[in-house]
Every structure is written in C-alpha cells, then in structure tokens.
C-alpha cells in the first residue's frame, strides 16, 4: 500500500505571533489545519529535518530578515516544495533570491 504524502505550512518568523501575523496564521490553518508556526529557527530546522518514516512536503514561510541567511542552506532540502519570503522589502530580497528557483513573493 502506497504512502500519502501530507502537506503542511511551515512558517519560520520572529514576528508570527504579532496581531497581524496572528491574523494570517488564522487564515493559513483554514486551509491547512496542521500548519506549523515557529519563532525560533532552530526549532523550526529540527521540525523540518523529522518525519522520515512519513513523507511530507511543505510550503515553508520565512521572514525577509531571516530568510537571506537561510534560504542557501535550506532551499535544496527535498521536502521543500517552495519558500514564501513575507516581508514589506520585497526589492531588497529579489536580488540575492534570484538564483533560488523555489523562492516565491
């Protein structure tokens, strides 16, 4: 018997739990229920790096100011179908995010 593959949100923000993040995260769990909020990223790495006896895949969710430094370490990590970078400086990001085809706006 095949194995389903489960997909979860995943979103990695110092910030995510302000009111407005909160109001957010509110509205991802309407369509996905099981998405996963993290302000510490080494929490959030040890997460992602768990499940190996259930396939899952995420849609990961990072903040501008943490996302430059992370996104080369993570964005060839399998189960990572795509990176949102959340941020009100999109300009600033385009630049470096570039070359990383799974980073999103």
């Known amino acids: 018997m095949a194995q389903s593959t489960s997909l ?5 923000d110092s910030t995510v739990h302000d ?3 909160r109001e957010l995260l509110t509205s991802i769990r309407e369509i996905n229920p099981e998405a996963m909020e993290f302000d510490n990223q080494d929490e ?3 997460f ?7 396939p ?15 996104v080369p370490d993570i964005q ?8 949102y970078v ?3 400086h999109i300009s600033k990001h385009e630049e470096w995010s ?7 706006y």
Not at 98 to 104: A, F, G, H, L, T
């Open 8 to 12: 979860q949100v995943v979103w990695l």
């Open 19 to 21: 009111n407005i993040n």
């Open 44 to 46: 959030c790495l040890r």
């Open 48 to 54: 992602l790096g768990n499940g190996v006896d259930e």
């Open 56 to 70: 899952r895949r995420f849609i990961f969710i990072v903040s501008g100011v943490i996302a430059e430094k992370l």
């Open 76 to 83: 060839q990590h399998k189960d990572i179908l795509s990176i």
């Open 86 to 88: 959340y941020c009100a």
């Open 98 to 104: 570039r070359q990383y085809e799974k980073v999103e």
